[in-house]
């Protein structure tokens, strides 16, 4: 089956004054109709540019200089503004991060759907007035009928994300790109919002590309995890095998510096030393060698692709046999007991 | 007189008195329209009390930490605590003197050196125009504590090194930096003027999650060995779980639960404070059933009757909605709840 959304070796550029920048870097993920891909990584890392690229939104002087993006196997990337403008809100939906600026606050909620259902559907005002009530009513919006007629600023916050909900939905897209849905919300209204998303989009069938920095929200929420670091994939997998098992030496640092709620509270957090490099200053080889614990000398020459890693991919030299095998055997030692399953010939050790 | 102040001061600390003590403290904003516009469009005053009869300590050495979701009075109460806002009614002792009370200008000079302060943003809260050593020389001028322009110097190394950066980085200007390393920074004026006593203001939500775990680590190190006071404010459980000896939960700007950091997280008392432990984010995937919580905070202006939480609350009886509940002594936990009250 076709995926809902495909990204085949994407290269996202930036000029600028002092030479050019590349902010994406050979990325590479599929998302199925009916899934959810979460995509995490810090700030900086590339997540969202890459959601803007999908709906071809990408901000001056930013642009695709290579690689495709296929959206149920029809290539987009290069599409002109007045074909993309049609897919746009209608086979792909959008959520932003604040709920306060995604809507007008100068026009009624109800006229604000309205317009977005018959932008894209043929229907009189009339019928899609019905469907924007009924919309209202399917994201937990008490009194739908009333509340058609409010404005933004009389709904709070939660209700508001709800009406985001409702808006992006409203054509039935076929791919939902949700950037940082929850950030902006209180903890707990966030379990609201992201149970009604996942909901809705698996009643729907739609895909989902759920871009945040909460590793928490993507291991409630997403089937398929993408995390990014520098602008290049560090693993790729099912979300069990990502959180439990990481496999790149990036995400098992990022999964033991999050604080949670069980462990011992008194033992200092796990930390990775030092920060993201900014972009244009990126290391050779692996970008995350600096900061890696596994380190071996490819490390700072080869750039790793993406191997096979248990049930996941990850980008770092000790997956790819050809490699590993001239890794020294105290650094294989220690990245199998992080729980990292090297490649069969060369570690032994692995079940 | 010093002396003697100082032989007290010694005392307190033996004795395990508390280094910050807040009673009754309570804040209203007055958000009416002008005179003239209430009398045109016959409208009342509209006060928002953002903070209401809230009343903890914190023993020196220690880490209090409050948290709630927006709106609850969580920064208000930080403002207060470094003499930032003036409160309404209550009162702010930190090592004996009030904040807010009338003293003359050399107890209040003394006073401010013990409280510093770190904010959320650290893109916002130094100046891009000032070189780092400059920043972190300021407080050290500005409280007059080392004269000799190459002491202070020395001194401003000294601090960039405690906070893990490298002392040369004082000529640099603050956008050379990381978010991660201006927090740093921003730690590092804080403890430039020797106090006893931090305002943590969510120092790590604007940072990603491997550099939050350096500085949490940071402030854990530092606390262990300057024997530093903390009162944290955050909105993540968490990062309070890791952090804190004692946490207050605030709902409305009331404090609905106070306790032990321990027992808070093995066994909440409140309904409001069982929600916000259900609704963290299951990182474990221990298939834990999120239980869905209803509603949302309602609008400070207009809060429900009663107990604030008794729309959203599960478990709510018929006194909920028109008696106030009472702090009520739960264990080592103090809990406002009719849940707990003896008298049926």
């Not at chain 2, 003293?103 to 209040?108: G, H, L, P, R």
């Not at chain 2, 069982?274 to 995937?285: N, Q």
């Amino acid at each position: 089956m076709t995926p809902a959304l495909s990204v085949r070796n994407l290269r996202i550029e930036i000029p600028t004054r002092h030479g050019v920048l590349t902010a994406i870097d050979d990325l590479s993920f599929d998302i199925a109709a009916g899934e959810v891909l979460g995509m995490v990584g810090e700030s900086g890392a590339g997540k969202s540019i890459t959601g803007s690229a999908v709906i071809g939104l990408l901000e001056p002087p930013g642009r695709v200089a290579g690689g495709e993006i296929h959206l149920a196997g029809e290539r987009i990337d290069h599409l002109p503004p007045d074909r993309m403008r049609r897919i746009r809100g209608k086979r792909i939906g959008m959520i932003f991060q604040d709920p306060l600026t995604s809507l007008n606050p100068l026009y009624r909620i109800g006229d604000q759907l309205v317009e977005t259902i018959m932008t894209h559907q043929r229907m009189t005002t009339g019928e899609a007035r019905d469907k924007a009530r009924k919309l209202l009513e399917e994201v937990g919006i008490p009194a739908a009928k009333t509340r058609l007629s409010s404005y933004p600023h009389q709904f709070s916050g939660g209700m508001r994300q709800r009406v985001v909900i409702a808006l992006a939905l409203a054509a039935d897209p076929e791919l939902v790109i949700a950037d940082e849905p929850t950030t902006a919300l209180d903890v707990s209204v966030q379990a609201q919002i992201i149970a009604l998303l996942k909901q809705l989009c698996a009643e729907r069938g739609a895909a989902v590309m759920l871009i945040t920095h909460d590793m928490g929200v993507i291991a409630e929420t997403a089937d398929r995890v993408c995390v990014l670091y520098a602008g290049r994939l560090a693993e790729l997998g099912p979300v069990r095998g990502v959180v439990k098992l990481p496999q790149h030496p990036y995400t098992i640092g990022l999964m033991a510096a999050i604080p949670s709620l069980t462990g011992d509270p008194d033992k200092p957090l796990a930390q990775i030393p030092g920060s993201m490099p900014r972009l244009g200053t990126i290391p050779d080889g692996c970008a995350f060698n600096p900061r890696c614990d596994y380190r071996f000398p490819p490390c700072t020459t080869e750039r790793p692709v993406a191997y096979a890693a248990g049930t996941s991919q990850a980008a770092c030299l000790l997956h790819a046999p050809e490699f590993s095998r001239v890794a020294p055997a105290e650094t294989l030692k220690a990245a199998d007991a992080a729980g990292i399953r090297l490649p069969k010939p060369a570690g032994e050790a692995v079940r | 007189m010093t002396v003697a102040g100082e032989v007290v001061e010694t005392e307190t600390v033996n004795s395990g008195k508390p280094l910050v003590e807040v009673k009754g403290l309570r804040r209203v904003f007055d958000l009416s329209k002008p005179w003239l516009n209430r009398m045109i469009e016959r409208e009342g005053r509209i006060l928002l009390t953002a903070v209401d009869g809230v009343d903890f300590a914190i023993k020196e050495g220690e880490t209090y930490a409050l948290v709630g979701e927006s709106g609850s009075g969580k920064s208000t109460i930080a403002k207060m605590a470094v003499g930032l806002l003036p409160p309404s009614a209550g009162s702010i002792m930190i090592d004996g003197t009030d904040v807010w009370g009338k003293k003359s200008q050399d107890t209040e000079r003394r006073m401010r050196r013990k409280i510093q302060m770190i904010f959320q943003d650290p893109f916002a809260s130094l100046n891009p125009r000032w070189r780092v050593g400059a920043i972190i020389a300021e407080p050290i001028s500005a409280f007059g504590l080392i004269s000799d322009p190459q002491d202070r110097a020395a001194r401003v190394g000294e601090l960039l090194s405690l906070v893990g950066l490298d002392p040369r980085d004082g000529q640099k200007f603050p956008h050379e930096f990381s978010g991660g390393q201006r927090q740093r920074i921003a730690i590092a004026r804080a403890l430039a003027s020797e106090p006893k006593f931090i305002v943590c203001d969510e120092p790590t939500s604007a940072l990603d999650v491997s550099v939050q775990a350096q500085v949490l680590n940071l402030l854990r190190d530092l606390q262990e060995r300057l024997g530093l006071t903390y009162l944290f404010i955050s909105h993540n459980l968490a990062v309070v779980r890791h952090v804190a000896t004692r946490v207050g939960v605030l709902y409305l700007g009331r404090l609905v639960e106070e306790a032990p950091a321990r027992d808070l997280f093995a066994a909440p008392q409140h309904p409001y404070t069982k929600m916000l432990l259900e609704a963290v984010p299951d990182i474990d995937m221990e298939g834990k059933d999120r239980q869905s919580i209803a509603g949302e905070i309602p609008n400070p202006i207009t809060p429900p009757p009663g107990c604030h939480f008794h729309p959203r609350c599960p478990v709510r009886r018929v006194e909920c909605d028109v008696k106030i509940p009472l702090p009520l002594p739960v264990g080592d936990a103090t809990v406002r709840c009719h849940l707990f009250d003896p008298s049926p």
